[in-house]
Nanobody, 123 residues
Framework: EVQLVESGGGLAQPGGSLRLSCAASGFSFSSYAMSWARRAPGKGLEWVSDTNSRGDNRNHADSVKGRFTISRDNAKNTLYLQMNSLKPEDTAVYYC????????????????WGQGTQVTVSS
């Protein structure tokens, strides 16, 4: 069974940093491109970042470019999102997903998505 479990969220001050993790199981993680998505209060799902299966090609939404970095450790079946220079508008629930479910084109939540991890940026 495919499982994606996000962690690492919390409360951060503007300008602060957080590192999100996503533990993947039930599929061949190293064979799949992966993404991060978020849902801000009262808004729809938004693609944030994605990376190819090897982790050597990365894309980020303009809203986070230069502040967030996606990475992965295929040996640990884990996806990461390093978030620096956080802004209040980054407040959202963050999800990881296969890129086939969430890309620059759009996101569609599937049954195997996890509960996400809450990130709140506030002073």
């Amino acid at each position: 069974e495919v499982q994606l479990v996000e962690s690492g969220g919390g409360l951060a001050q503007p300008g602060g940093s957080l590192r999100l993790s996503c533990a993947a199981s039930g599929f061949s993680f190293s064979s799949y491109a992966m993404s991060w998505a978020r849902r801000a209060p009262g808004k729809g799902l938004e693609w944030v970042s994605d990376t190819n299966s090897r982790g050597d090609n990365r894309n980020h939404a303009d809203s986070v470019k230069g502040r967030f970095t996606i990475s992965r450790d295929n040996a640990k079946n884990t996806l990461y999102l390093q978030m620096n220079s956080l802004k209040p508008e980054d407040t959202a629930v963050y999800y990881c997903a296969k890129r086939s479910d969430c890309s620059r084109v759009g996101c569609s939540r599937s049954k195997y998505w996890g509960q996400g991890t809450q990130v709140t940026v506030s002073s």
